[in-house]
């Protein structure tokens, strides 16, 4: 049976990049139960992790405005296939680019590195380092330069610039990955502006979260980018949230959980949005779906009779989707201060539970 098994039920779901709260159904499942029990771990698996890697992201671009964001982070994420969602959740969320090299054969997002410490070690000295990888990556070349001490070698980048120019080879930046970053930062923008060369941009890594990204652009530290590892791709501080696949509806009849601490909402749903004047948002209504309410249906078609519906957005429209999405947050929430989303349970949905638990017998 399982081998002749396809999916053949509908799939409502909210758009890649929107943002949402607690208590709010984000996708759903209208199946037979055997199908739509079958897909329950891989679904939860993928989605779940994917949005808490989105998340993260979201908070570090809105802690470092106008930067350039890198995901680094594979070697330190739970697996391959991990490190690669992650480069797609991070992009889809804003972030330009990843080291993950699959990931821009997969889905197409840039991907963008620097020379490897081991590079420079190779050699007795880091000025034929320097030479001989630029001449490999003749276009925007990016020099790793703390290997030894970050300041000298900003000093041999700013010697080395203008004779590689000669040979058609631009070093767009140099990339401090440990120490102080901010201080390093400024004594090397000084190097490289008396040296003439402003157009060498800063490029920082090493152990970043959003709030290291804050603080460093706070202090107007003089960096362009940075790269994101450990952080992001294993979401440090909030690796899980509290996700679940649960039975809402079965043979036409609201069902649902009254366990302690875990009781579930019965019925099929939809859930609005509304939107202050300056269209923020305002608060979420989560109802039955055919209930009356205020504001903008956030669930949306994307599989009928198992098959997809045309026209879903591609990662590029999503990702647009998601930077429109986080400027609807409220200043609060952009500003990581604390704020509690109004989400509000329909009537509707409030009188289908009650009328269940009524009805639910407990021999």
């Known amino acids: 049976m399982l081998a002749a098994l396809r999916f053949t039920g509908d799939v409502d779901a909210m758009p890649e990049g929107t943002i949402f709260f607690h208590d709010e159904p984000i996708v759903q499942v209208t199946a037979p139960l055997p199908e739509a029990q079958l897909i329950e771990t891989r679904l939860i698996n993928l989605i779940h992790f994917q949005t808490v890697i989105a998340s993260k992201a979201a908070r570090m671009i ?4 106008g930067k350039q964001l890198i995901d680094f982070g ?13 480069a797609r959740a991070s992009y889809l969320a804003g972030f330009d680019g990843t080291a993950t090299v699959l990931a821009h054969r997969e889905f197409g997002i840039p991907i963008s590195g620097t020379m490897a410490h081991s590079f420079v070690q190779a050699h007795d000295d880091e000025e034929t380092a320097f030479v001989r990888f630029a001449r490999t990556r003749p276009q925007a070349v990016t020099l790793l330069i703390d290997t030894y001490d970050t300041e000298h070698a900003a000093a041999i980048v700013a010697r080395l610039a203008p004779r590689l120019a000669k040979e ?9 990955d440990s120490g102080d970053l901010g201080a390093h930062a400024r004594r090397v923008r000084d190097i490289l502006n008396a040296a003439g060369q402003q157009a060498i941009r800063i490029f920082a890594s090493g ?14 530290a003089p960096i362009d980018g940075f790269g994101i590892g450990t952080s992001l ?4 501080d909030a690796p899980a949230l509290d996700c679940a696949y649960k039975l809402q509806e079965y043979a036409g009849r609201g069902r649902r959980k009254r366990s302690e601490g875990k009781a579930t909402w019965p019925g099929r749903k939809q859930v609005y949005r509304r939107t202050a004047d300056d269209g923020r948002i305002a608060g979420d209504t989560v109802a039955l779906v055919g209930e009356a309410s205020d504001g903008e249906p956030l669930l949306r078609p994307v599989m009928r009779g198992g098959r997809r519906v045309p026209g879903l957005p591609s990662l590029a429209e999503a990702r647009a ?10 200043p609060a929430l952009q500003a990581f201060q604390p704020w509690v989303p109004p989400v509000e349970i ?7 539970a009650s009328a269940i638990d009524r009805e639910t017998r407990i021999s």
């Open 62 to 65: 809105l802690a470092a405005p």
């Open 207 to 220: 152990g970043l979260d959003e709030d290291a990204l804050a603080a460093l652009c706070a202090s107007n």
């Open 346 to 352: 329909s009537q509707g949905i409030q009188d289908l």
């Open 168 to 176: 058609g080879i631009t070093v767009a930046a140099v990339r401090i």
């Open 321 to 330: 989707f998601a930077a429109k999405s986080l400027a609807t947050l409220p």
């Open 74 to 86: 594979l070697r330190r994420a739970h697996g391959g296939e991990a490190g690669l969602l992650a």
């Open 233 to 236: 791709a294993t979401a440090a």
